[in-house]
């Protein structure tokens, strides 16, 4: 008689397989070790994962209400710890690890959690510097977030009252450990933010363990520090101690008596500031008191007040200078009719008047001769074949010579140059080799001082590396624009008080740049938007200037500039200058027989 084999449908055998091992204690209530792979968290809430080893994998899964516990993020390739239960789904006939608690392995949850907290902390600027606040100097009244049955606040009074007896300290009793002290922690300053007069807070408790201090780890306390309208100071354990609200807070101190000593101030060292500051307050004024002095007797000194019959010879010249003038455009137009006939735009007229000295002796000049001149600008020149891009202008050319001649004979001339015509090379190339064969000064006069840092900066460095032609070259200035080292150093020694932002970063400026500074010259500085009326702290002015009795005097800037103008071949002047220093008698520039005016159109606008 052969067996009868029991003949089982799919879900009977699912359910004997599902009864028997349930049946099986071991599988009831067990904890896996394993790495999270094909991690999904359903919108349901239910977490899908795999469980996997190097030789087996095991599909699990963690309902909505398990899940809701966990203080961390699972993810693909986390080590975890899974406890619970082995079951069948029926549907797929799969067995399959239901998870009720799942833990990181090796590194803690808590940790875990923490680490992650952090990140997303960080990532949203919680802990980022430029969010600190400055503690005040002087709080009204200082607020603290504590158990008021702890060491921790005892040693925060003691330090406060030993600083500043009549500190105004509002106490918040808090929860520090345990489940509820989160919301106490966040509660308490809530509150003592709105305390009126609080203008700092401290937070903290004494030392403890890690779970005991957990609390200052929490997201709640973290957000209620950094939403706190009044600066924290955080003061959480012993120096080694740390937790997340020492991020977040302004400032982190290492124990509560510490932080006592941040928020509130010694009242000793508060006594000695303010005298310190009272007594530079002192000096600051007389420094304020000095100026003022200098300025009124500038003012005094002006030569509209102290020599009123001055401005009538100043205006008595000028009459003559006019008609002198007069007398030149009359020239001018009988010039410029004789050009129109001629193709090129140049007039040149002999005369000897007006605008230049004589040198002392006036001696024999040597001439230089203007075809040799000119032959720099020909092509295939030195100086050409040290620009590649050179272009023969027989305008220019033709303008050189005039130039050339007119030095020559001693004599004025007038050139009107149209634009392209490279006129700058034209007067530089025969004033540069008429002062080097003379070894006398020839004066470069510029509208403006824009155009005199063009000269200098620009066209008479190209001149100097075609002409290979060794020659001196001196740039002057009014002396405004020149610092005065004696004004410098009465300021620096009236000390920084009663100084603005603005004033104390200009003089920080001033000290950096006077260290790299040959000449002194304003220009080099980028003036701030207060800077004119700054720079007349400092600059040089002849009604201050103590001339030969000037400690500075061998390094003063507007000496060393005219120094090098009396050893220069060019110097490099503006027509303001050139008109103070002929009305002042020809006291600044140094004696000269040649006068280049470019745009001497100007003249007459700055003469007048
Ligand atoms: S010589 Fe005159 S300008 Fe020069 S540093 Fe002295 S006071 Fe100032």
Same mark, same amino acid.
């Given at each position: 008689m +052969?067996? /009868? #084999? %029991?003949?089982?449908?799919? +879900? %009977?055998? /699912?359910?004997?397989?599902?009864?028997?091992?349930?049946?099986?204690?071991?599988? #009831?209530?067990? &904890?896996?070790r394993g790495e999270l792979s094909n991690f999904r968290h359903h919108t349901s809430g239910h977490l899908y994962f795999t469980l996997k080893d190097e030789n087996s994998s095991l599909r699990g899964v963690m309902f909505r209400s398990h899940a809701m516990s966990l203080t961390f993020r699972p993810h693909d390739g986390l080590k975890v710890i899974a406890t619970g239960h082995i079951g069948v789904y029926e549907r797929d006939g799969s067995y399959q690890l239901y998870v009720r608690s799942l833990e990181p392995d090796g590194l803690g949850a808590l940790y875990l959690a923490l680490e992650q907290l952090k990140q997303r902390l960080e990532k949203e600027g919680l802990f980022d510097p430029s969010r600190k606040r400055r503690l005040p100097l002087l709080p009204r009244r200082v607020g603290v977030v504590t158990s008021l049955r702890g060491a921790a606040v005892r040693d925060i009074i003691t330090v406060a009252r030993r600083r500043l007896p009549n500190v105004s300290l509002v106490m918040a009793d808090a929860i520090v450990q345990g489940a509820d002290a989160p919301a106490s922690i966040a509660q308490g300053l809530q509150l003592l933010a709105g305390v009126a007069g609080v203008d700092v807070i401290i937070v903290g408790r004494g030392g403890g363990s890690v779970e005991e201090l957990w609390a200052f780890n929490d997201e709640l306390v973290l957000r209620a520090v950094a939403s706190c309208p009044v600066p924290v100071v955080a003061a959480v354990g012993h120096e080694t101690d740390f937790t997340l609200v020492d991020l977040v807070a302004d400032v982190r101190a290492a124990t509560p008596s510490a932080a006592a000593e941040i928020a509130v101030p010694d009242r000793a060292v508060l006594e000695r500031t303010i005298k310190q500051a009272a007594s530079r307050m002192g000096l600051a004024l007389v420094r304020r008191t000095q100026l003022a002095r200098a300025l009124w007797r500038r003012a005094v000194l002006s030569p509209a007040l102290s020599r009123p019959h001055d401005r009538v010879h100043q205006h008595r010249q000028r009459l003559d200078e006019l008609v002198r003038r007069l007398g030149l455009s009359a020239v001018r137009r009988v010039e410029q009719a004789r050009a129109r006939s001629r193709p090129a735009a140049f007039v040149a007229r002999a005369s000897r008047e007006g605008g230049m000295r004589e040198e002392p002796g006036d001696r024999p000049c040597r001439a230089v001769d203007p075809d040799l001149v000119s032959a720099y600008l020909l092509p295939g020149s030195p100086l050409a074949r040290k620009f590649p891009r050179f272009e023969h202008r027989p305008q220019q050319v033709h303008m050189l010579q005039v130039v050339a001649e007119t030095f020559n004979d001693g004599r004025v001339a007038l050139v009107e140059a +149209?634009?392209?015509? +490279?006129?700058?090379?034209?007067?530089?190339?025969? &004033?540069?080799?008429?002062?080097?064969? @003379?070894?006398?000064?020839?004066?470069?006069? /510029?509208? /403006?001082? @824009?155009? %005199? =840092?063009?000269?200098? =900066?620009k066209d008479i460095p190209l001149l100097r590396h075609g002409l290979e032609l060794p020659f001196r070259v001196a740039v002057l200035k009014g002396r405004g624009n020149y610092l005065c080292l004696h004004k410098w150093a009465e300021l620096r020694r009236a000390g920084p008080m009663l100084l603005d932002e603005e004033e104390a970063r200009w003089q920080a400026r001033i000290v950096a740049w006077l260290a790299v500074s040959d000449t002194g010259d304003k220009a080099e500085l980028n003036l701030p938007p207060r800077g004119e009326e700054l720079w007349s702290l400092v600059d040089s002015d002849s009604d201050y200037c103590r001339g030969t009795d000037c400690l500075y005097r061998e390094t003063c800037y507007v000496q060393t500039a005219r120094r090098a103008a009396a050893q220069a071949h060019l110097v490099v002047v503006n027509h303001a200058l050139l008109i103070s220093d002929a009305v002042a008698g020809n006291l600044v520039l140094p004696a000269y027989r040649h006068l280049v005016l470019d745009e001497a159109h100007h003249l007459e606008d700055v003469a007048t």
């Open positions: +052969g067996l /009868t #084999r %029991q003949v089982l449908s799919v +879900g %009977q055998l /699912t359910l004997l397989i599902k009864d028997l091992l349930w049946k099986e204690p071991v599988l #009831r209530d067990l &904890a896996v +149209g634009t392209g015509t +490279g006129k700058s090379l034209a007067y530089l190339l025969p &004033a540069v080799c008429w002062a080097v064969a @003379n070894d006398a000064p020839v004066v470069l006069s /510029t509208h /403006t001082i @824009n155009l %005199q =840092e063009q000269l200098v =900066e």
